[in-house]
T-cell receptor
Framework: KNQVEQSPQSLIILEGKNCTLQCNYTVSPFSNLRWYKQDTGRGPVSLTIMTFSENTKSNGRYTATLDADTKQSSLHITASQLSDSASYICVVSFEASGGSYIPTFGRGTSLIVHP | IAGITQAPTSQILAAGRRMTLRCTQDMRHNAMYWYRQDLGLGLRLIHYSNTAGTTGKGEVPDGYSVSRANTDDFPLTLASAVPSQTSVYFC????????????FGPGTRLTVL
């Protein structure tokens, strides 16, 4: 069964500090891995995407890594800001029959940044 | 319209009633999706459509139906609502490619009493 596991479930850090969120998956056949940010009461918004051949991708203060051999990904947030408080969701897509790409969502890590 | 919209924003519904959640996108995306999001469970796929005229079942399809008569609209229908369908529902769309970034609507908060 395709699964995406994220850790920690929740995290509290002080403004200005760095943090790393983890994602392990068993999705197969692997197509791509995305990290989404979901602010409270809003829909998720994509931060990064990585395919099988990519092992790192940055978007401002967000840096995602991918190890396709161990099926692990991480999202590193540098110099956190209050606006980083959100849920971060790891999504791994696999190629289904008919050429469609089906996403499998992790449950997310809830990050709270305190001043 | 810019992006993807959902209606209504929120709804309180009596059990047993029929309800249709609306979703419209103007990005000409081929693929559209319906998710429900419950506390502690994350987003779960209900139904999807890769292109107009086709639909598929996701992880939790029971009690829900969809149709895709055209590219822009993807309504989700609860034929006879039950309290366990209380949730926040998100519609999303994407291109039908392997780089399938999904663009999400603002969500519909549904309460079934």
């Amino acid at each position: 069964k395709n699964q995406v596991e994220q850790s920690p479930q929740s995290l509290i850090i002080l403004e200005g500090k760095n943090c790393t969120l983890q994602c392990n998956y068993t999705v197969s056949p692997f197509s791509n891995l995305r990290w989404y940010k979901q602010d409270t009461g809003r829909g998720p918004v994509s931060l990064t995407i990585m395919t099988f051949s990519e092992n790192t991708k940055s978007n401002g203060r967000y840096t995602a890594t991918l190890d396709a051999d161990t099926k692990q990904s991480s999202l590193h947030i540098t110099a956190s800001q209050l606006s980083d408080s959100a849920s971060y969701i790891c999504v791994v897509s696999f190629e289904a029959s008919g050429g469609s790409y089906i996403p499998t969502f992790g449950r997310g890590t809830s990050l709270i940044v305190h001043p | 319209i810019a992006g993807i919209t959902q209606a209504p924003t929120s709804q309180i519904l009596a059990a047993g009633r029929r309800m249709t959640l609306r979703c419209t996108q103007d990005m000409r995306h081929n693929a559209m999706y319906w998710y429900r999001q419950d506390l502690g469970l994350g987003l779960r796929l209900i139904h999807y459509s890769n292109t107009a005229g086709t639909t598929g079942k996701g992880e939790v399809p029971d009690g829900y139906s969809v149709s895709r008569a055209n590219t822009d609209d993807f309504p989700l229908t609860l034929a006879s609502a039950v309290p366990s369908q209380t949730s926040v529902y998100f519609c999303a769309s994407s291109t039908a490619s392997m780089y399938n970034e999904q663009f999400f609507g603002p969500g519909t908060r549904l309460t079934v009493l």
